[in-house]
DNA sequence: TCATATGGTCAAGCGGCTTGACCATATTGC
DNA sequence: GCAATATGGTCAAGCCGCTTGACCATATGA
């Protein structure tokens, strides 16, 4: 493949990647959940199966510790998260979602669903799914982050 | 499908996206362009074809018309573009690639390709080529901007 | 020709992030 | 056990990219 060719491809992925984003967050938004921006949309996405320090968070977003302990303070002042003791390590603190942690990442999810929705009227579901399924062969276990 | 499903889907999009735009940047800085930023090659591959106004600009990467005027300032001043009168409107300046914006391009389309064989190594070539296909008929026209 | 719209710049301020220093607790080597 | 080092977390200061607001010069249209 020619390397204009893998440019192209790149354009699109972004293109794609980035009005996915977007939409997503306006989607939390439309739901009541606003004052949101995309990287706690990552950040909930971290905590979301059993929690997680502020550490882990910090290497999950691709930022200092600080950074990421200042988006824990923000998602705890408003009610998203909590931090708890750490089971098995006084030093460090778990933070875990709230109902309303949890409720914002189900809005998130719809969200996307709409957005992919519209995807599957133009390539058909199948399509959709063969796509994920590329996507996922690429990047199995890659953290998501916002990278610009 | 289901939101999870699609949630799923949209978690595995942006953590590629997420990558690629980060390999693109270290392969552009590894072939000896230090200090740009991805948002650097995004305004790029907006001036590339015949140049663009700083506010054409400042639209495709979705800020303010003085902060593309920033970004153009700092290219214009590492030497990758230059302000040119525009044709037909003495309001404007057309800022157009230098020889040496073009060079820095053809490094960020060299990554790209390379970023792009890890796929096909993976997918092989006619996966990678459907998902070009695939993600163009989602975002045929999208601006590459920086969404989060 | 005057009113409005548009491209661009200057200036000030905000906010997210970084660096640097520090404390408390864990872990490791002796 | 105990000192040395590593690690999780916080506080404080500053940077930098971006925004808002004001303004000028040129275009556009009634």
């Not at 293109?15 to 949309?41: C, K, M, S, W, Y």
């Not at 408003?78 to 942690?101: I, S, W």
């Amino acid at each position: 493949m020619q390397n204009s060719e893998a440019m192209a491809l790149s354009a699109s992925l972004l293109a794609v990647a980035g009005e996915l984003t977007q939409r997503i967050n306006e989607g939390v938004v439309a739901r009541g959940f606003d004052g949101l921006r995309p990287a706690h949309g990552f950040a909930f996405a971290r905590l979301a199966p059993d929690g997680a320090t502020a550490t882990e968070l910090a290497a999950h977003l691709g930022v200092t510790k600080q950074a990421a302990s200042q988006l824990v303070d923000e998602i705890v002042r408003r009610g998203f998260a909590e931090r708890r003791p750490h089971p098995g390590d006084a030093r460090a603190r778990l933070v875990v979602l709230t109902e309303r942690g949890w409720a914002c990442t189900r809005a998130a999810e719809e969200a996307a669903a709409e957005v992919v929705r519209g995807w599957a009227d133009v390539l058909g579901e199948s399509e959709v799914r063969a796509l994920w399924e590329q996507l996922w062969r690429i990047a199995p276990y890659g953290p998501v982050r916002p990278a610009w």
